[in-house]
């Protein structure tokens, strides 16, 4: 069983930045891709970054490629996304999750639905 606990939102001005935080229970964490997610409402909950377990290889959704940063510290059981440039379309709550599933080291999960372990979520909003 993994728990993961996000903080780190708020509310930003547009152009700001913001480092979300993921802290994860559990031993065997560190062989785990994990992803963050984002869902703003009325819409369906998307992929944002996912970073493979070695934390080697990373994928960003091309509406925030360039702007936010996906890593992780297996030696801390922690994943962050570090949001920079940030605009008012990116305001939503924002998950982080954990895939249980055996994985080669590279290997970056992008689809929610093969993600085991949810956060409650944090909330982040930036004004124009």
């Known amino acids: 069983q993994v728990e993961l606990v996000e903080s780190g939102g708020g509310l930003v001005q547009a152009g700001g930045s913001l480092r979300l935080s993921c802290a994860a229970s559990g031993r065997t964490f560190s062989r785990y891709p994990m992803g963050w997610f984002r869902q703003a409402p009325g819409k369906e909950r998307e992929f944002v970054s996912g970073i493979s377990w070695s934390g080697g290889n990373t994928l960003s959704a091309d509406s925030v490629k360039g702007r936010f940063t996906i890593s992780r510290d297996n030696a801390k059981n922690m994943v962050y996304l570090q949001m920079n440039s940030l605009k008012p379309e990116d305001t939503a709550v924002y998950y982080c999750?954990?895939?249980?599933?055996?994985?080669?080291?590279?290997?970056?999960?992008?689809?929610?639905?093969?993600?085991?372990?949810w956060g409650q979520g944090t909330q982040v909003t930036v004004s124009s």
């Open positions: 999750a954990a895939h249980r599933g055996s994985a080669a080291l590279w290997v970056v999960v992008t689809d929610p639905n093969e993600y085991d372990y």
